[in-house]
């Protein structure tokens, strides 16, 4: 028997969506079978006759869950097969290749299991690993943990945590041997979750901190699931973020951001419209991800008839409303809107190349994308080695640093200091002024030096100095 795992149709303009089925032969007989799996019909690459990673309108769990269901199937499948011709020297008939399907799309995914002991099946049943990839494609339907009401669900960027979280968790349980057990994870395994995350993976401390925020989140849902865990992640204050540097994000100043505007960009004009997508973005604090999304119907006339921006942010599904800058109102009365939005890539490209032009090349110490070599294992233990893409700590002119989170990073640093944090923290949509300073890479005696400046200022407008 040969099999193959195609999409139904290929065509997306006449079915958005296509299922997946099965092709096998049986001795020239052609049997095709469903999945119960299903796909944006755009998700299957018909060259390499395989799932692409990502497509639009494929969400992070729904490609996380196609992936694994395939990926089930097959060993399922080649399981089933090699069981049959080691037992009976055989190979496997279309009446049994008709029953394994018809098991797997009524949920029974593993139809070669074995009854497995009571203790064995309890501890399947606290498996973190298996919990999670159960817990993803349905997370979005799930009441988020800080919902100020009930309607307020599990948003995509929090899914996609997970499903960042699901690898880098198995690569720790290979190459450490750690338990995967709810009831085990204390504060001794985060301690060492850390060790290696920092040692071994060269992670840095906001990505840790990001991936032990989504631990804590998991083992809150787990619990409620009715699940037995251990109750660090929950109470144990130990069992925290790693301590995160000074924010290393390099931002724009304002002399910096007149330069940029200055800059002579005629006969370029894919600069020019990234160029005002930057200054946009330097002086609304939005997000890549909500700069995108930006469009007329956005801006409303505030009591005062001035323009400003309502906008629901896409990461935190918060309510921002921003006041529409001169430099702002000036790019959309000159472009009769927003500028459009082409990729994250293609900006993050553009304004490296724009401040480089504006010669924005002082030496700084900072963290750049580049390429290193993890030491690995895989599920059996054996080691290998894998070339993946890490930030680098070095000397770098600053142009090289500058990224689309400098966008909303500048605008935070520019105006911290000559407004109240409040005022601020209410357009970058920041809840804790603690997160709000660590933002803004901001110490306490910085902090303290802002004040006694402030303090000087009005104690001269007042005659008192």
Known sequence: MRFSIQPKYYNHNVRPRTSIIVQASFFGKVIKKGTGITIPTNASDRKKKELKKTCPGWTPAEQIHAHAALDSLKQVLAQRALQIFADEQRNMNEAEFTEILDAFVNGARDVNREELP?????????????????????????????????????????????????????????????????????????????????????????TLGKHIKSLKRLFYYAKKDGLEVHTDPLTNEDFDKPRQPKNEIQYLTREELERIKALDLKGKPGLSLERDRLIIGCWTGLRVSDLGRLNSSMIKPSASGRNMIHIWTQKTQKKVVIPILTDVQEIIDRRGGFPKFHSEQVFNRAIKKICCLAEINAKVEGQKQGTVIIKRRDDKGRPYQEEVKRKVAGTFEKWELITTHSCRRSFASNWYGSMPNQVIMKITGHSKEEDFLRYVGVTEEENAERFLKIWEEIMRRNGLL
Do not use: C
């Not at 159960?134 to 960027?157: L, V």
């Not at 996609?160 to 338990?179: I, K, M």
């Not at 504060?187 to 995350?197: A, I, P, Q, S, T």
């Open 118 to 206: 009571p203790e064995e099946v309890a501890s399947t049943q606290h498996d973190l690993l298996e919990y999670i990839e159960a817990f993803i494609p349905t997370a979005m339907k799930r009441r988020n943990k800080h919902a100020k009401n009930e309607a307020e669900r599990i948003t995509a960027t929090t899914v996609q945590q997970y499903t960042q979280l699901l690898p880098v968790l198995r690569h720790f349980r290979n190459y450490t041997g750690e338990s995967m057990d709810f009831r085990n994870v204390d504060v001794r395994w985060h301690d060492k979750f850390l060790e290696w995350g920092a040692d071994v993976e060269y992670m840095g401390a906001a």
